[in-house]
T-cell receptor
Framework: GAGVSQSPSNKVTEKGKDVELRCDPI?????LYWYRQSLGQGLEFLIYFQGNSAPDKSGLPSDRFSAERTGGSVSTLTIQRTQQEDSAVYLC??????????????FGPGTRLTVL | KQEVTQIPAALSVPEGENLVLNCSFTDSAIYNLQWFRQDPGKGLTSLLLIQSSQREQTSGRLNASLDKSSGRSTLYIAASQPGDSATYLCAALEGSGSRLTFGEGTQLTVNP
């Protein structure tokens, strides 16, 4: 079946502009995650959605970052007033249910964001 | 706060060699430890998942072990091939279960 898809694959923007990144999880997966991979750094957790529960936003680096998940499926990560340090690859992942010892997360190909 | 470290950062070997990638983590209260592969421009592919109650998992030429008490995991790749060239990431799923904490990865190059 189809995997996790993300769009756009690449985004170049000017400092100060807002950007929206989209994630389509695997159909039927109730859990959705956003991670960021910056040059020279590991992947860092940003936000986690589980069904209709309030999201875990504890990884968002500033109030310029926000995310929503409509209808329990598609998610949008929005970065307002982008800064150069926001340049990174943003990865989305989904899993069947809430995290468990036996389940893994399935990752999309990522969106490479470059802020000039 | 969980911290995950991977050694070495980069590794270059000739085809056919057996090799070991190392991962250490600071908080042993984990649900599982996972190994992923990342190819340039692509997302992550799950290779092996070891539950906290398990000691090892095997898939083909790959074997991963977990020692929770010492906070260590190793990924063993037998008879390496050029197609194994990629970045290998280990990640710990925290006990409260909402996030994976990743190491910075080992960039592996297998030379023909």
């Amino acid at each position: 079946g189809a995997g996790v898809s993300q769009s756009p694959s690449n985004k170049v923007t000017e400092k100060g502009k807002d950007v929206e990144l989209r994630c389509d999880p695997i159909s039927g997966h109730t859990a959705l995650y956003w991670y960021r991979q910056s040059l020279g750094q590991g992947l860092e957790f940003l936000i986690y959605f589980q069904g209709n529960s309030a999201p875990d936003k504890s990884g968002l680096p500033s109030d310029r970052f926000s995310a929503e998940r409509t209808g329990g499926s598609v998610s949008t990560l929005t970065i307002q007033r982008t800064q150069q340090e926001d340049s990174a690859v943003y990865l989305c992942a989904s899993s069947r249910d809430r995290p468990s010892p036996t389940d893994t997360q399935y990752f999309g190909p990522g969106t490479r964001l470059t802020v000039l | 706060k969980q911290e995950v470290t991977q050694i070495p950062a980069a590794l270059s070997v000739p085809e056919g060699e057996n090799l070991v990638l190392n991962c250490s983590f600071t908080d042993s209260a984990i649900y599982n430890l996972q190994w992923f592969r990342q190819d340039p421009g692509k997302g992550l592919t799950s290779l092996l998942l070891i539950q906290s109650s398990q000691r090892e998992q095997t898939s083909g030429r790959l074997n991963a072990s977990l020692d929770k008490s010492s906070g260590r995991s190793t990924l063993y790749i037998a008879a390496s091939q050029p197609g194994d060239s990629a970045t290998y990431l280990c990640a710990a799923l925290e006990g409260s279960g909402s996030r994976l904490t990743f190491g910075e990865g080992t960039q592996l190059t297998v030379n023909p």
